[in-house]
């Protein structure tokens, strides 16, 4: 077995920018050319061998990043060798021959190593956009299922699957003991079994949070590896190996690892069931959300914490919603409702929307308020008692004016879009009715997530902090790999927004010469 400085060394040479001849940028230009993998007459010369090339750049890679994480776990190495792993194959299949006899199996690969790479919004558009028929095994269909987080999906196809007598125990047994058994079909048909069994294992861990079904899961995948490495089997040894760290991924970053499991004090009662309940309504949904992106893992470990004012700035679709929801579900569970506080009417309706998709299976009440800033009494009625009140600036404020008590048994306010608070006309109004709220004799009490796609930076990003966190130690939470939203071009060439990298967070010190009280 190799060692972790040999695996260390070798992907960190492997890895170099341009390597190879600048094989993974010759690659991208030869796939964005090909159409049903035939390249035009008039193509410039950019290697023989290039598809050869590329496919053992990428088998190489890939090796040595499973290796070196299955002996160190995941770091910043195994994370670039996975991801220009993924560009080798996502070269390999992109234009490719319809017919091709491999379509499926590197499809799977380039899909599982950006997966593993943390891009699984683009390990998702590589199946998302193929065509059905892509010539693949039982194993790697399943791992397609699962990349999608079709779970409903994956749950019958493994079924299907594990109930067909020709798979079963008795049917092998007699396929073994004929005149001349076909070895190499028997086997393929046990690795594939064996792969679909441990999915059905996993799925039933990601619904019941049980950690002795992801051991099985792993026992299992480990005895197809073992099993296809004695076989010579190659394909279903990259997907049985594949698979095993794609659970392991996805398992480490599962709600049930990241959700706390103790209660928050005075939750005791209400805390355990809101959280099965919370995590079985987004594992049921059509496509399952059982998982923490790496853009949200920081901001939800923070967000878990009911004594923590939070600014948050994470990109558009960077999964600003569920680190709210989170945030709220630690409130609910108190008994204290939860106020959100949107600058827009239609972005009031659509978190009215997303909220109470979320709340809704959980017995909360969901109202937003939002039109002219006059009180109706249904919109008084609304904000009094409903367990989640979601409402503009201008209508929040006309309502306290009217009667400061209405949010008393609030527990959260949540600032969305918070770069809105500022100097111009509409964001004055905003700004006011933060600070009203911050003065607030029981604001201690109360607790204030500030979230934004876009927020100021410098002096002026540490005084916002400060002043959500009321000169509170603490700072801005963002991760490092989602600071900027603006897209980058990655190995590939390909424009991507990347939202997954390092989840480590910039701390911003509170200044008590702030530019931003000076306003105030």
């Avoid at 260390?8 to 991208?28: K, S």
């Amino acid at each position: 077995m190799e060692t972790i400085d040999k695996l260390t060394a070798f992907l960190a040479n492997a890895t170099v920018d341009g390597v190879l001849g600048r094989l993974l940028y010759r690659g991208t230009a030869w796939s964005l050319m090909r159409e049903e993998g035939v390249l035009p007459a008039h193509a410039p010369p950019l290697g023989a061998t290039i598809e050869t090339d590329l496919a053992e750049h990428g088998f190489a890679l890939l090796r040595g990043a499973m290796a070196l994480r299955a002996q160190g776990g995941p770091s910043e190495l195994t994370g670039k060798a996975f991801e220009r792993s993924a560009n080798a194959f996502e070269a390999l299949v992109r234009n490719e021959d319809p017919d091709a006899p491999n379509r499926g199996f590197r499809r799977t690969i380039a899909a599982a190593a950006y997966h593993l790479a943390g891009f699984s919004a683009v390990a998702y558009s590589l199946f998302k956009e193929a065509a059905e028929d892509l010539n693949a095994s039982p194993g790697e269909a399943a791992i397609r299922h699962l990349i999608l987080r079709d779970l409903g999906q994956l749950r019958g196809f493994v079924r299907e699957w594990l109930d067909d007598e020709a798979h079963s125990d008795e049917h092998i047994a007699v396929a073994l003991t004929g005149d001349e058994p076909d070895i190499d079909e028997v086997l393929s048909t046990i690795l594939n079994t064996t792969i679909c069994r441990a999915l059905a294992y996993f799925d039933f861990a990601l619904e019941t949070g049980e950690p002795e079904l992801i051991e099985s899961a792993r026992e299992l995948l480990d005895t197809a590896v073992s099993l296809a490495d004695n076989a010579e089997n190659v394909p279903l040894w990259w997907i049985s190996n594949l698979c095993r760290h794609l659970i392991d991924d996805l398992w480490q970053h599962s709600l049930h690892q990241n959700l706390p499991t103790d209660p928050p004090e005075g939750t005791e009662e209400k805390y355990p069931v809101l959280r099965r309940l919370f995590i079985s309504s987004l594992y049921a949904r059509k496509t399952s959300e059982v998982e923490l992106w790496p853009s949200q893992r920081e901001a939800a470990q923070r967000s878990t914490d009911v004594t923590d004012d939070l600014v948050v700035a994470l990109p558009t679709s960077a999964g600003k919603t569920r680190v709210a929801e989170i945030a709220a579900l630690m409130t609910l569970a108190s008994a204290r409702r939860v106020l959100i506080v949107t600058p827009l009417r239609a972005l009031s309706a659509q978190t009215e929307r997303s909220f109470r998709r979320t709340f809704a299976p959980l017995g909360f009440s969901v109202s937003s308020l939002y039109g002219a800033s006059g009180l109706s009494a249904g919109d008084e009625d609304a904000l009094r008692t409903r367990e989640i009140i979601i409402a503009t600036p201008e209508k929040l404020d006309f309502a306290l004016r009217s009667d400061p008590t209405l949010i008393d048994d609030v527990g959260l306010i949540v600032l969305d879009e918070g770069h809105m608070i500022g100097p111009s006309e509409r964001e004055i109004r905003y700004e006011t009715l933060v600070q009203r709220l911050l003065r607030r004799a029981d604001a201690a009490d109360r607790r204030i997530v500030c979230l934004s796609a876009i927020l100021p930076s410098g002096d002026e990003l540490s005084d916002l902090t400060a002043w959500i966190r009321s000169d509170e130690p603490g700072g801005l939470c963002v991760p490092i790999g989602a600071r900027h939203a603006s897209a980058s071009v990655d190995s590939l060439g390909v424009a991507r927004t990347h939202c997954s990298g390092s989840t480590s967070t910039t701390t911003v010190r509170s200044s008590t010469n702030s530019s931003w009280r000076k306003l105030r």
